[in-house]
């Protein structure tokens, strides 16, 4: 069944994904003679830099979130759609998704990327990743929850198993995942577990390559982990993980670690939409394009972002997998667009690295702008500075500046609620809520 | 099986319930010779008079609930253990629960209320209540994504339904939610849904009996009424709710309402435990207490707040359900307590009425204390004044602050997530996230 759209004069581009390079792509083609559809199977924004945040109590879903609706206010050119897409039925110019058929003139791919378990099916099943809102809400209420129970855990190996925090993954996600979860060790279960010896928490992150932030420079790879080993995470490098059964964390050479805590930042891989030429998937997951993001095999299908990977000489993988590189693959796209109906010549992307930063705790991050490097306190006003500005929408901004200044001087992290939106059944053996009143669950 | 708790010298006080009357009593325990147990299957108290405001987008959960964990960070007396109690034994002195089994000196039941269907298993199938968090939650996702469906929808039956919003119950909170929608569908839908028709959008007030908010003045509720229908609600007294199966509402003596979303907030009733004497319930599904909250029939076992009702001839159904009468009890309790170790004598409840307020919508409020009146805007700010000085935690008042001025100026709502915690499946038909990947989905 054809999903009846408002009609338009201009050939339809229609936008998968709302991130960052959805959102720019579908800004700049304001007023430009196109018919915009967006679709995205939440109705907001999600700004994942800060979904860790979300994930250890520092701040509210809503304000790292923004209605994607709201953004395109004053778009008229805009129609937006909450669906999922199932197919994309390229020699009929149409999508198949749950509410209808969507036909395109432009197929523009900017849905992001997924976590990457590697095929390990037990890690998969077992272990947390956090790159939505929902999951990052979930990774909250089980470390909370895991500090619950491991009030009444009698038996030894359980309770150590609860009170083993593992972060799998040495990229900014996993860096600051661990800080978070230390400095949570630090300053709040101590107030609010006064009962709990707190000897018994640990803190580990495992990495298989020989050094954290990878893409950085050698100088704030040491700096970050010299700071981890400070807060008091065991940073385990060159170490490979084999499996996970939701109990017992198993390691190449390295002995076993007992946990029920395993947050997954090991990797992420391109969410692409089936029907699709399988084919043109390069490494990560990534659809492989030409220099100015066309789908290769394709004459109309574009993709841009993380999902996306333009193959050159210099850059054999495509390019990383960060807003600013989304941002201005959405925003040449849109140009490119522009210069397609108007028969002028289209432009190479170039993309211009912004540099790149983590933080690992208070008054600790580490940034790297060219030649450029430094960490420590500055470091980590400038982290949180970059953060807020990109942020989007001016009520968010305000927001989470309230709840950084408000943590820094109480040294605490406000949004400690448990609240589940979908759980993976080890997480929870313990039931608190009318669930038997819940015919069946779905999660938007 | 026992929980095992740390051990004390004193006797045990477990109080069931974080709500406002076992937050009062537990910090009115502090330094007093007791030890003090509070249950509750939250790890947070919630802020119940602005859930409405959660469920329509104006608040995020955080801002209106606070970990209890924290409210007694400083109270070296003070355990807390998240749990669902399952029964009382009251000949043993102990506790059931999904934790273990609790003994107990003095037990005291502050359960609070729940939403009460008067038997009709229909209505309690298909409508949407709001007492909780993840109830308010569901709600919020429940109403924008009616929104996003009218737009494809298109049998006109079923898109009328998705447009009808119907509040059964005129009491403060109906009264507060009509309004709330109201202003939804002012000032946010026009911008969000340009494609929508608006005047196929309605909002309906039903209440039983011939005005709203029945325990305020002739002024107040009139006042109400006359803000409501400026609001463009449509209030229906005098009317009663017979059944409700999803799509199709059943009046007595009046056409049907076609429409997806009943918000029921016709009534509560005591949340009891099981294992009391039933023969102490009364009126409202409340424990029968005497003027000390000692339970009829029991020497250690007391009610107070909303589950309990101080039968007196002045007072033959109890006291009102609302905070206040829910403190001051817990407040008098502590001090009984403490005079009952002591052999001092007890003191009798009295009732000290705060007066009551409702807020319809912007700059349009009913207020009234003792014999003074007043509407209006003077109302609506020493409504906001009043619930942000209530309102528990320093973070949560700047938040809920922010938010309000925020609004106030944009005529925006800013937590507009769809993002649902448990869902009856009649509210989404459409299916977008992974759910495949969940294998049991449990509520905490």
New interface residues.
């Given amino acids: 069944m054809d ?2 759209l ?1 009609k338009s004069e201009y050939p339809r581009v229609v936008i998968i994904g709302g991130g960052f390079g959805g959102i720019e792509l579908a800004k700049r083609l304001k007023n430009k003679p196109f018919q915009v559809v967006m679709l995205d ?4 924004h999600t700004f994942q830099p800060l979904l860790y945040q979300v994930a250890t109590g520092g701040l ?4 790292i ?1 923004f ?1 994607l ?2 953004i395109f ?1 004053a778009q008229k050119n805009f ?1 937006f ?4 897409v199932t197919d994309v039925l390229a020699s009929e110019n149409a999508l198949l998704t ?3 058929k969507i036909n395109y003139d432009y197929l523009v791919i900017a849905t992001g990327s997924t976590s990457n378990f590697f095929g390990n099916k037990e890690i998969e099943e077992n272990s947390m990743p956090m790159k939505s ?2 999951e990052a ?1 979930d990774l909250r ?1 089980m470390i ?2 895991n500090f ?1 129970k491991s ?2 855990e ?1 038996d030894a190996d359980k309770k150590s198993a609860l009170l083993n925090f593992v972060v799998v993954g040495g990229g900014p996600t996993g860096v600051e995942t661990a800080g978070a979860i230390a400095e949570l060790k630090r300053h709040v279960v101590p ?3 006064p ?1 709990l010896d707190l000897n018994k928490v640990h803190i580990y992150l495992i990495e298989n390559s020989p050094e954290l932030l990878g893409v950085m420079s050698v100088q704030a790879q040491t700096k970050a982990k010299d700071f981890l080993v400070e807060m008091g995470v065991n940073v385990m490098n060159s170490t490979r993980v084999l499996g996970y059964d939701g109990h017992t964390l198993t390691l190449q050479d390295k002995p076993i670690i007992l946990t029920s805590s395993v947050i997954w930042s090991a990797g992420v891989k391109g969410e692409v939409i089936p029907g699709l030429d399988l084919a043109e998937i390069v490494r990560g997951g990534r659809l492989k394009t030409d220099q100015q993001n066309l789908i290769v095999g394709y004459p109309n299908i574009y993709a841009i972002g993380d999902v996306a990977a333009i193959i050159t000489e210099a850059t054999p993988n495509g390019h990383p997998g960060v807003a600013p590189a989304a941002i201005q693959q959405g925003n040449l796209l849109a140009k490119n667009l522009v210069n397609l109906v108007s028969n002028k010549p289209l432009e190479n992307f170039k993309y211009f690295d912004k540099g790149s930063m983590a933080t690992v705790g208070r008054n600790k991050a580490v940034v790297d702008i060219g030649k450029i490097r430094f960490q420590g306190v500055f470091a980590w006003f400038t982290w949180m500075f970059v953060h807020l500005m990109t942020l989007v ?4 901004k ?2 989470v500046f ?2 950084w200044v ?1 943590s820094y001087f ?1 040294y ?1 992290r ?12 080890r997480s ?1 053996d ?4 009318d ?1 038997a009143s ?7």
Avoid: C, M
């Fill in positions: 999903l009846q408002p199977k939440h109705n907001y509210e879903p809503d304000s979130a209605p609706r709201k206010r129609i759609r909450v669906t999922k749950d509410i209808g809102i929902p809400l209420s909370l929850q619950e009030l009444i009698k107030n609010d577990y009962e929408g001016f009520r968010n305000i927001i309230i709840n408000w109480s605490d406000g949004a400690r609620l448990i609240i589940r939106t979908f759980a993976k059944d929870i313990y039931q608190t809520d669930v819940v015919k069946e669950v779905k999660t938007l």
